[in-house]
Nanobody, 122 residues
Framework: QVQLVESGGGSVLTGGSLRLSCAASGYTYTMRCMAWFRQAPGKERERVAFIVNDGGTNYAGSVKGRFTISKDNAKNILYLQMNSLKPEDTAMYYC????????????????WGRGTQVTVSS
């Protein structure tokens, strides 16, 4: 069992920045990877970025170069630094973790936070 709690969402102007945080607790040793997803009304859920335990990262093309995912392994906190924000970044952002019993991340995320809203106004 893993619990995830996001924070850091808010409303900003185009070009602004936000940093989202996700605190993980519980059986965090089962996590092989963590990710940020987002979903805007009327749109499908999109994986924004993920990070594996060895530090490797992957980004959606829509955010590459603007967003940075990182993790404080000692504190079990996942971050998403978002720069140069655009109105199209407006969405509910969710933190996810795999909780895999296996040795590697399979991108099958079993645990989800409740989400934090990000709104970017032009």
């Amino acid at each position: 069992q893993v619990q995830l709690v996001e924070s850091g969402g808010g409303s900003v102007l185009t070009g602004g920045s936000l940093r989202l945080s996700c605190a993980a607790s519980g059986y965090t040793y089962t996590m092989r990877c963590m990710a940020w997803f987002r979903q805007a009304p009327g749109k499908e859920r999109e994986r924004v970025a993920f990070i594996v335990n060895d530090g490797g990262t992957n980004y959606a093309g829509s955010v590459k170069g603007r967003f940075t995912i990182s993790k404080d392994n000692a504190k079990n906190i996942l971050y998403l630094q978002m720069n140069s924000l655009k109105p199209e970044d407006t969405a509910m952002y969710y933190c996810a973790a795999d909780g895999s019993p296996g040795p590697a991340c399979t991108l099958n995320f079993s645990y989800w936070g409740r989400g934090t809203q990000v709104t970017v106004s032009s």
